[in-house]
């Protein structure tokens, strides 16, 4: 095998059902308290505690002390980067309920990706920047133009700041439900951080569906044309 990495490793941890629950829910960036995981993964708090032990060993979580109660959260944006590919690859999950049927089309609808927007409006913004010269779009990465940091910065995009992180500034993110990219990076999650400030759209509670606000639709539509 040489000195190549071992996949199986990671395949192994992501291989589980429990563990993979675990991880979708923390898709939107959040840390979240183990019993929160143990209730989304649907098992008993001492099994969770195992799953998550072994999810930060393996480099995939962190741990962040709060006060009394330790929280965990993605590792790294390379980590969900990983996690969306997956869901590319992988099957849908059976929709067998009114409920399930409405959490897919809202993670359809808009969502978060890690931090940045995703789905049908994640889609839809990246591609209105691109016709606006805002963005543009070579060998499967985004370029900000010169004007088109101008037009963010004016929007309320914290730019500088995305600049300044030490991570890929825009990266083209290929959308698992529309099978298009979405505006992902630093900048992609400046983007996001705006559209929240800005009352685009507003976080469901304990979700990583986002919903977007008629007003801010409307206000969007005019800013991007």
């Avoid at 969502?111 to 499967?140: K, M, P, Q, S």
């Avoid at 700041?161 to 630093?186: I, M, T, Y």
């Amino acid at each position: 095998m040489g000195h190549a990495p071992v996949v199986t490793d990671v395949a192994a941890l992501l291989g589980d059902p429990s563990r993979a629950a675990m991880l979708d829910a923390l898709m939107d960036g959040e840390a979240r308290p183990a019993g929160e995981l143990a209730r989304r993964a649907g098992v008993a708090p001492s099994t969770a505690s195992e799953h998550l032990m072994r999810l930060v060993e393996g480099r995939l979580l962190v741990v962040e002390p709060r006060e009394r109660e330790r929280r965990y959260r993605l590792a790294s944006a390379d980590v969900a980067e990983l996690l969306e590919a997956l869901s590319r690859l992988g099957s849908e999950a059976p929709v067998n309920s009114l409920r399930a049927a409405g959490r897919t089309e809202a993670l359809r609808a808009a969502r978060t990706c890690y931090d940045h927007l995703a789905g049908r409006f994640g889609v839809a913004v990246t591609e209105a920047l691109v016709a606006r010269d805002v963005l543009d779009i070579r060998d499967g990465s985004f370029e900000l133009t010169d004007d088109g940091e101008v037009f963010l910065v004016d929007l309320g995009v914290d730019v500088a700041g995305a600049r300044a992180h030490k991570r890929v500034f825009a990266r083209a993110c290929l959308d698992w439900s529309e099978r298009r990219p979405h505006l992902a990076g630093a900048l992609g999650a400046a983007l996001a951080d705006a559209a929240l400030d800005q009352g685009w759209v507003r976080r469901r509670p304990n979700d990583r569906a986002l919903r977007v606000i008629p007003k801010g639709a409307a206000e969007l539509r005019e800013l991007l044309g």
